[in-house]
């Protein structure tokens, strides 16, 4: 923890206490206006409003910001649909991820994810509004005010939540701290993560007891009571699925090797429950209750079936839910942020799905995935699954989601050209394989249509004022279904039919049975990381469970953190796994014979045929000989969690002597600045 961190945030708090408006209230961005002394705000329901608004955009993922899964993209990245990146769900332009780099990532001299200022700005809020509401001072619309209170409830368990997936055991701190050092660093003991997720779960239950089911903005901009039940019901299926997969690992308290035990404060630490697994029960379970109440009580969003290629074509709803400029209408969406040219709130998604995905390709891993829409997997006899020797067949009688979202040379990517139109492409082209620039460039040849609205208008540079979505309820159907399948070995009937329900929404067969029976896990281990968790192929019901969140959640910003709460990259400790995109090296190739996109022009850069030790596949990352990754992507398991920089022990300890700090490091970590992890395989 940084000592002085407290007072730089005073400082801050000044400048920023009041954050005012000059438009309207239905904007999440919101900017100071003027600065007033603490004292004299915090009296008016407008006050705590404009408090929460500043956090909205500084945590919650969107399309130009927010922290997402740890990742803070910027609007030239795909915005929220390029946090997926570095998955086996979507490749980075030209880019390897460094966690998946042996050496690469190193502990840090300061900084990282041991930070306190967001907790300290939430923590300043409800210290001084608290009292005032319980006095009955604040004035304005009791509801109202209570509602704010219960977003900041919320704030803060969202950004806890972050620090449990990134970093795991974490100081609790509910009130803001004075700056002598000894209370400082007395709040530097980190609490066994299921505290920490038992914590986020208390501040969303009373996030839950003040905030309405419709916001006060009523169009679905601000949290709602149904948004904190679906990020109750994530954070019980994280916190519970964490503890079953890395039980009895230094990861988790009392395991084996756990770095909790090396402090006095932990050294006897016993769960509340009575055992882990009474733990992993109670967190699959809070999942399970709170994301019925969701999944019950909102229906998902209507697909025709068919991609709209011009305005005298039917729209398609759950087409069009991902790039909408008002997201408000739809009912699944429960909570989004809203763009404006006019208020020169722009990013640039749109333009990016108009080409290709700001050369984050969709990997040929997710594509295989998808079934076909008769419910069987590609591979089963008789499936009709057409080959990949070209997009068109690739496409061709599959999951619904995927005829959908994978754009397809010729399909008309804009209908209405106008002045500030210059950056996107009409007409898809021929994946552009080569291209340099990464706003043109595609980098595994499959690019996702997500986000894109075709009749989108451009202010100018490329970007444009579309909605994008922070909470979808589809994932309380899903995050229920897999925690009932955690918790109990089988499916309820609610269970079943949310299941049936997403799949008849894909237009692909509801028998998931048939689905099941026909799964070949040696096959989908192939390219699938959740086919595994401890290194080991996992049953065929559960991975078409985790297949099942694949597919309907592509682009959301979730594989990472599903991947690993499942410990479902311990394989590629051994066993390294090629990012691959389309078959170039097939009937393909014959497309870049062309001056626009030849293979034999001098500026190109592909990976290699099998004639010269590649593959028939498109491997972004073995398109150059110095790549980082040409041998593939490789994992430590030091890598599930971040390390904690050198500097924070430093200030936490006595004498020079870092042992006496508080603080201990995550498993498979030394406390030496610019250390690569040890090998804990």
């Known amino acids: ?55 909205y955009q500084d945590l919650l993922p969107s399309h130009s910001g927010g922290l997402g899964d740890g990742q803070n993209p910027e609007a030239w990245q795909y915005g929220t649909y390029g946090i997926d990146r570095g998955t086996d769900n979507l490749a980075n332009w030209n880019n390897p991820n460094n966690r998946f780099i042996p ?9 990282g994810e041991w930070d306190f200022g967001m907790a300290y700005n939430l923590n300043y809020f409800l210290d001084n509004v608290l009292p005032k509401y319980e006095a009955g001072t604040i004035t304005g619309d009791v509801n109202n005010i209570k509602h704010y209170i219960g977003e900041i ?46 914590f986020i779960i208390s501040d969303l239950n009373k996030a839950i007891d003040l905030l309405m089911p419709i916001g006060p903005d009523k169009k679905k901009q601000r949290i709602t009571r149904d948004v904190a039940y679906l990020l109750k019901s994530r954070v019980g299926l994280f916190e519970g699925t964490w503890l079953k997969y890395f039980k009895n690992t230094p990861f988790v308290p009392n395991g084996e090797g ?20 009474n733990e992993i029960n109670y967190f699959l379970e809070q999942s399970m209750e709170a994301a019925a109440l969701v999944a019950d009580n909102v229906p998902l969003v209507t697909n025709t079936g068919l991609l709209q290629q011009s305005y005298d074509e039917p729209a398609n709803p759950y087409v069009d839910m991902f790039g ?44 295989q995935s998808f079934l076909m829409n008769n419910g069987l997997p590609i591979y089963a ?41 210059t950056h996107g492409t009409v007409i898809e082209v021929r994946p552009r394989i080569t ?42 159907n899903l995050n229920y279904i897999e925690a009932c399948y955690e918790r109990y070995g089988r499916l309820d009937a609610k269970a079943d039919l949310y299941w049936k329900g997403i799949r008849e929404r894909a237009n692909t ?30 049953d065929p019901f559960l991975f078409n469970i985790r297949r099942e969140r694949r597919m309907e959640l592509m682009g959301d910003g979730l594989r990472y953190m599903d991947l690993r709460r499942w410990k479902a990259m311990d394989q590629m400790i051994t066993t390294p796994y090629q990012i691959e995109g389309f078959k170039l090296w097939g009937p393909m190739e014959s497309w870049y014979t062309e001056l626009e996109y030849g293979l034999e022009n001098t500026a190109a850069n592909v990976s290699p045929p099998p004639s010269a030790g590649g593959s028939v596949y498109l491997r972004p990352y073995q398109k150059t000989s110095r790549s980082l990754a040409k041998e593939g992507y490789k994992w430590n398991m030091a890598h599930y969690l971040s390390p904690i920089a050198n500097r924070h022990f430093i200030l936490t300890s006595t004498d020079g002597d870092l042992s006496t700090s508080p603080i201990y490091q995550n498993p498979g970590w030394s406390i030496e600045a610019n250390s690569i992890p040890v090998d804990m395989q």
């Open 435 to 476: 291209s340099g620039e990464f706003a043109a460039a595609y980098n595994t040849g499959y690019a996702c249509r997500k986000g894109n609205n075709p009749d989108a208008i451009h202010g100018g540079n490329g970007r444009s004022g579309t909605g994008s979505i922070a909470f979808r309820s589809v994932e309380a």
């Open 324 to 367: 909408d400029v008002d997201m408000s209408k739809y009912s699944e969406v429960l909570l989004w942020r809203e763009y404006s040219i006019g208020q020169d709130l722009m990013h640039a998604t749109t333009i990016m799905a108009q080409n290709g995905n700001a050369g984050h390709g969709m990997t040929r891993g997710l594509v």
């Open 381 to 421: 006899p008789s499936s009709g699954y057409a080959g990949d020797d070209f997009l068109e067949d690739v496409r061709r009688n599959r999951d619904g989601r995927l005829q959908l979202f994978l754009k397809l040379p010729g399909e008309i990517n804009v209908f209405n050209t106008h002045p500030n139109f």
């Open 509 to 538: 067969d509801i028998d998931y049975v048939k689905t099941i029976a026909a799964t070949n896990m040696t096959i989908e281990g192939e390219t699938d990381w959740g086919a595994y968790s401890n290194g080991t192929l996992i």
């Open 258 to 277: 756990w770095p909790g035990k090396t402090k006095k404060y932990n050294a006897n630490y016993q769960f509340p429950s009575g055992s882990i697994e």
């Open 153 to 198: 409830y919320f704030l803060r368990a969202f950004w806890y939540f972050n620090k449990l997936k990134n970093v795991g055991d974490f100081p609790i701190i509910t009130n803001v701290l004075s700056d002598q050092n000894e209370v400082l660093v007395e709040a530097s003991k980190r609490a066994p993560r299921n505290e920490v997720a038992r």
């Open 1 to 55: 923890m940084e000592l002085k961190i407290y007072k730089t945030f005073k400082f801050l708090l000044i400048s920023l206490i009041i954050l005012m408006t000059s438009c309207t209230d239905d904007f999440l961005d919101r900017e100071p206006r003027s600065a007033l002394s603490p004292e004299g705000f915090f009296n008016m329901e407008s006050d705590l409003a404009f408090y929460a608004n500043r956090y």
């Open 103 to 111: 050496g690469e990532v190193r502990v840090g001299e300061s900084g």
